[in-house]
């Protein structure tokens, strides 16, 4: 998902349950809905108003709204 363009005149994006794989681009903070949820999404949010169930049931996401990545995954 990491190589996604997200157009700027999108507002909401639901890619749950779609076996998604990757990183959650940077662009999500343009955004006003958003869920990826039970996906294969690895590495870290970026900064954005979504709350946890936005991002949950991945395998290795990290930083807000969950714990603090490890150094490997900045």
């Known amino acids: 998902m990491s190589k996604s363009r ?3 005149t999108l507002n909401y994006i639901d ?3 779609n076996m998604v794989f990757g990183k959650v681009p940077e662009a999500i903070s343009g955004l ?3 869920n990826v949820s039970h996906n294969h999404l690895c590495g870290r ?3 954005s ?3 946890a169930s936005a991002f949950q049931g991945n ?3 990290c930083g807000p709204p969950f714990p603090p ?3 490997s995954m900045k």
Do not use: T
Request: charged share 40%.
């Open 59 to 61: 395998d290795c996401l």
């Open 45 to 47: 949010i970026p900064p």
């Open 15 to 17: 890619l749950s349950r």
């Open 6 to 8: 997200i157009v700027k």
């Open 49 to 51: 108003k979504f709350p």
């Open 69 to 71: 990545c490890k150094r």
């Open 32 to 34: 006003e809905k958003l």
